[in-house]
């Protein structure tokens, strides 16, 4: 993503990193979702749920309801919390630098 100050730029970045986000939250609930069922001992879980567990991981939140029962699910969760704190710092720093030439200019 190119960072400039024109705004046309800011749009598509957002843009594309809000799809960026939502794609990869929906494929990992797919993969959570998938580990629940051929390996999980607890009760199976819809996609909605699974969707609803790799946003609570991603951003750290995680409040207890749902939670890996596994090792494999249990890797897969720290996996997802790795990426929530990676990705979150990496996004501040990319918008905080496109507001930064935006409002320079």
């Not at 400039?4 to 609930?29: H, K, P, Q, Y």
């Not at 969707?51 to 890996?68: A, N, P, Q, R």
């Amino acid at each position: 993503i190119k960072l400039t100050a024109d705004e046309n730029s800011v749009n598509r970045a957002v843009s594309v990193l809000g799809l960026t986000v939502f794609s990869l939250t929906a494929i990992s609930a797919g993969i959570f979702q998938l580990l629940e069922h051929e390996f999980g001992d607890g009760p199976r879980l819809a996609y909605h749920e699974s969707f609803y567990f790799v946003i609570m991981s991603v951003t750290t939140v995680g409040y207890g309801d749902i939670s890996g029962g596994t090792t494999l699910e249990r890797v897969f969760c720290i996996i997802l919390m790795l990426i929530g704190v990676i990705s979150f710092n990496l996004v501040s720093g990319a918008l905080g630098a496109l507001i930064t030439n935006y409002d320079s200019s």
